[in-house]
């Protein structure tokens, strides 16, 4: 009978505390309230378009009316591996895409160790700001800029032509160097943190152990640090992959991402273009695979 | 109730110990196997060590001990070559080190944190040395095996360190450093991630593994304890310099300066008719009113604090005659509550005018005054 009574001249609890009560000690329910706006947003709205874009890869186009036929047939997906040019295209965006990962990987890890290894707290502070600066700056921007400096009367010919020499000028080159500069701080932030994990006393033990610089670096460093490469490399790969304006800006040569483009806004070939941009995909899944293979996703 | 009893104060040990090293024990013919002339190290306006001389024997387990920010480590640094002197010269084995680099010396290190290589095998971590040098193969694997079964992890080679435990990671790195032989074996503070049981355990067999190995070992640590239980000689440094070398014994019953008083035990330090002097508090008796205290000096005083300890009690006695001692007795039949009674009682401690040892000013502040 008391026991009623202390229960019933209890405060009432406000809606937010009985809420909270019901939260406290259930860890999956909570985590599962705060999570279900995000999840939906990226069930819905991000696998959503993709899967209906991979369901339209199946589809095709009347020849004669120019409408949809919504049945499913594999005839966009023979169309890519028969017709040459669009094996070709995508050759040449892998390639691309290859290269530019590579020169990153080349040109990020002397800076990322300098960053990480040699220069002073204060340095580094400053590296970091000027390494991620130029992407403060519009993509749209940067591209037209090298655009002009690529142009015939542009500055790259201005200062090589007295030379004797001239530069790329637009094409597979100018890709190349223009998707290279704008990926590659991409690559020097991984690397840079992966490196700055490796414990400086594991340097010191090595040359302790008698190993010189040179074989620190290739015993050490590098087998520790290439994971972060890799990481770098998903960023550097996959954006150059996607791209398809810088190639229409610097070149007139087609990537993968400016057939989807035109297939797609040009209304010619919805489907087409959807099973093209299924190539891109099944790369990236691919070179995941590998890179978890390799550790990776530890550095990202 | 003063005794008349003069306060003598042995002055054996007046020469400042920097000035006048121990000969080192077996290094009557040979160079010593590793020789500090003047060895200094500035960083910016922060002297890390100034001017330390000091000179080991071959096969001896020498110690720095010392607090943090003592110049212990920098001197192990710089004796491994991953610092430079700024001043003076490292000779190993009479060869003059100083200038080469760390990789080009005969000596190998134990760090704090073990720095196992994460990526290789216990195996691998082991015979990493040996392969950077181009050592066979088979030698490797054999000499991997061996080290492995001393510091007994035999087996464990195909482990990656990050399976192992704390104290496992600890004999991986200690099996490193001595498979590549090293004239010279340093270590820096390597139990001092462990717990008290498994660090004194260590203790132990570090010092027979350094038996076994005949190596010498220079390790640093801050631990008094540590330092007195396993080494050949001790240096104990304060403020970038060395206060006293000398073996465990000499450091703790004839302690040459205040500091050292202090840091290697507990500063009991008094001064009577001008002259400074120190007691450990082991020999100093607590008298009961029986007691005529025949033939030891006494001083009357209060108690005030008492610290049972299980073993021993400590008390702290306020003198009438200025001062303060620590007095540690054995708990042979005093209770814990008999103990924490004696607070506030008014007694009278006795010990022997022998027992008594003259401290000098720290040589740190000797320094201080006379730089240069």
């Known amino acids: ?300 | 109730m003063e005794e008349t009893a003069a306060i003598t104060v042995d002055d054996g040990e007046r020469e400042r110990p920097a000035e006048s090293p121990e000969p080192p024990p077996r290094a009557a013919a040979e160079p010593p196997d590793v020789r500090l002339a003047g060895v200094r190290k500035a960083y910016g306006d922060v002297v890390a060590v100034a001017g330390v001389d000091l000179e080991i024997a071959a096969g001896e387990f020498f110690t720095l001990l010392g607090p943090s920010g003592s110049g212990k480590t920098t001197t192990l640094r710089m004796i491994a070559g991953f610092e430079e002197p700024d001043q003076g010269t490292i000779e190993l084995a009479g060869r003059d080190m100083t200038g080469l680099p760390p990789y080009e010396r005969e000596v190998n290190t134990v760090f704090q944190d073990y720095a196992l290589f994460p990526h290789m095998t216990v195996g691998d971590n082991v015979e990493y040395g040996m392969r950077v040098s181009k050592v066979g193969r088979a030698e490797r694997r054999t000499r991997a095996s061996g080290a492995l079964k001393m510091v007994r992890l035999g087996g464990f080679e195909e482990r990656k360190p990050s399976m192992l435990s704390g104290g496992q990671r600890q004999r991986v790195a200690l099996a490193r450093a001595i498979v590549n032989r090293p004239r010279v074996l340093l270590l820096d503070e390597p139990l001092g991630a462990l717990d008290l049981k498994l660090r004194e355990q260590m203790q132990v067999e570090l010092k027979g593994i350094q038996g076994e190995v005949g190596i010498t070992f220079i390790y640093v640590t801050h631990d008094q304890d540590e330092a007195l239980t396993m080494s050949d000689r001790v240096a104990v440094f304060n403020q970038g310099g060395i206060e006293q070398v000398g073996p465990p014994a000499e450091i703790y019953e004839r302690p040459a300066t205040r500091f050292v008083t202090g840091f290697v035990g507990v500063s009991n330090v008094l001064e009577r008719d001008g002259t400074r002097f120190t007691v450990r508090p082991e020999k100093i008796r607590l008298l009961e009113a029986t007691d005529d205290g025949q033939g030891l000096h006494t001083e009357r005083g209060v108690i005030r604090d008492v610290a049972y300890a299980g073993m021993v009690t400590r008390y702290l006695v306020q003198l009438d005659g200025g001062g303060e001692l620590q007095v540690v007795r054995q708990n042979l039949e005093t209770s814990s509550s008999e103990a924490l009674e004696q607070r506030g009682r008014q007694v009278t401690v006795g010990w022997r005018p022998e027992q008594t040892v003259a401290v000098l000013e720290d040589s740190a502040n000797t320094r201080m005054e006379d730089p240069q």
Do not use: C
């Open chain 1, 1 to 300: 009978m008391e026991a009623a009574d202390a229960l019933a001249s209890a405060p009432r609890r406000s809606a937010g505390r009985r809420l909270a009560g019901l939260f406290h000690g259930h860890g999956g329910l909570q985590a599962g309230a705060l999570l279900s706006g995000p999840l939906a947003w990226l069930v819905i709205l991000y696998l959503g378009s993709l899967a209906v874009m991979l369901v339209a890869a199946f589809w095709s186009v009347s020849p004669l009316s120019g409408e949809l036929v919504k049945s499913l047939s594999l005839d966009n997906f023979k169309t890519l591996v028969d017709e040459p040019v669009y094996r070709t295209i995508a050759g040449r965006t892998i390639a691309i895409a290859s290269l530019v990962t590579l020169t990153d990987a080349v040109l990020a890890f002397p800076i990322a160790f300098y960053m990480a290894k040699v220069a002073s707290r204060r340095t580094t502070a400053v590296l970091v700001v000027a390494v991620l600066m130029p992407l403060w700056a519009s993509y749209l921007v940067k591209v037209y800029a090298w655009r002009q400096m690529l142009s015939t009367d542009g500055v790259i010919n201005w200062v090589l032509n007295p030379l004797g020499a001239h530069g790329p000028g637009y094409g597979n080159t100018a890709v190349w160097l223009v998707m290279s500069y704008l990926w590659l701080p991409y690559m020097v932030i991984p690397i840079f943190a992966g490196l700055e994990r490796i414990p400086n006393s594991l340097l010191s033990a090595s040359e302790d152990l008698g190993a010189s610089p040179w074989t620190t670096f290739r015993r050490v460093i590098l087998p520790l640090a290439f994971p972060a490469v890799v990481a770098g490399s998903i960023f550097t790969f996959s954006l150059t992959l996607g791209d398809y304006i810088t190639p229409q800006l610097v070149s007139n040569n087609q990537f993968i991402g400016n057939v989807v483009y035109n297939n797609v806004t040009g209304g010619t070939n919805l489907p087409l273009g959807s099973a093209f941009a299924v190539v891109p995909i099944v790369v990236m899944i691919l070179y995941l695979l590998v890179a978890r293979r390799l550790g990776a996703f530890e550095h990202l």
